[in-house]
């Protein structure tokens, strides 16, 4: 008798559940659990994608902090502008030089600032019933869980696509894959270049270079969501 391998979606669910049940979940991560639940066979534009990106202090999600996040959604296989949203968060006296010459976020900017709880919030009430797409996902994915109190190990009903995993599983067999920034690729792909390290502006990149992928990937065929999906992780 064949034995039933779940597929990484079907893990995903399956260990979601079983943080679910131990109880205690904020309220916020609890109205993650809905009826919708992806389908590896499912068509990929059937659904909508948050194109998200956050620009934060740094890349240790237990010691620096999201300073501005930026966000626009992919509806019927087309990015759709009126969907944009750009926050700084309000947050003081945390700006690192190294930083703030990367992103250029300034002290008086952060002042008027949304709350940062509230945003959060806002932002997984946006995420329901909706695929994530980020460029190295595990960075706004991190940031996430450590907000809401969660460890890098936990597993919330939260899909995300990640366009760097991407680009590395379409490359990979060439052996170059020295740069996987996202400017790198756009440029390598011949994309408009863009102001790079503004939330907003590259999530809206990130947009742009996933429906590249995803022609690559499937060509005329109609693209679904497991292939993409045990790609980015």
């Known amino acids: 008798m064949a034995l039933f391998i ?3 979606l079907e893990k995903l669910y399956s260990k979601s559940y079983k943080l679910k049940a131990l109880g205690s979940l904020p309220p916020a991560l609890e109205a993650l659990y809905t009826d919708t639940v992806f389908d590896d066979k499912s068509c990929l534009f059937e659904h909508e994608i948050i194109s998200l990106d956050f620009e934060t202090t740094g890349l240790d999600f237990n010691e620096d902090i999201v300073l501005s996040m930026g966000y626009v959604i992919i509806k019927n296989g087309a990015i759709d502008f009126n969907t944009s949203c750009h926050k700084y968060l309000n947050v003081q006296n945390v700006i690192k030089s190294g930083s703030a010459i990367i992103n250029q976020i300034t002290p008086e900017q952060l002042i008027s600032g949304e709350d940062t709880q509230q945003a959060f919030d806002e932002l997984l009430s946006l995420m329901r019933n909706k695929i994530v797409l980020c460029h190295a996902a595990t960075i706004e994915k991190n940031f996430i869980l450590h907000h809401y109190g969660l460890d890098a190990d936990s597993t919330v009903p939260l899909v995300f696509l990640d366009t760097l995993k ?4 379409l490359v990979s067999f060439s052996g170059n894959v020295s740069d996987l920034s996202l400017s790198a690729i756009r440029k ?6 863009y102001v790079a390290h503004n939330a907003l ?3 809206v990149a990130t947009a742009e270079l996933f429906l590249c992928q995803v022609r690559d990937i499937f060509g005329k065929e109609t693209p679904t969501l497991g292939p993409l999906y045990k790609r980015s992780i």
Request: net charge positive; glycine share 0%.
């Open 6 to 8: 779940k597929s990484p």
């Open 201 to 203: 502006a590259d999530s």
């Open 188 to 193: 390598k792909r011949h994309l408009p270049s």
């Open 166 to 169: 991407l680009e590395r599983s």
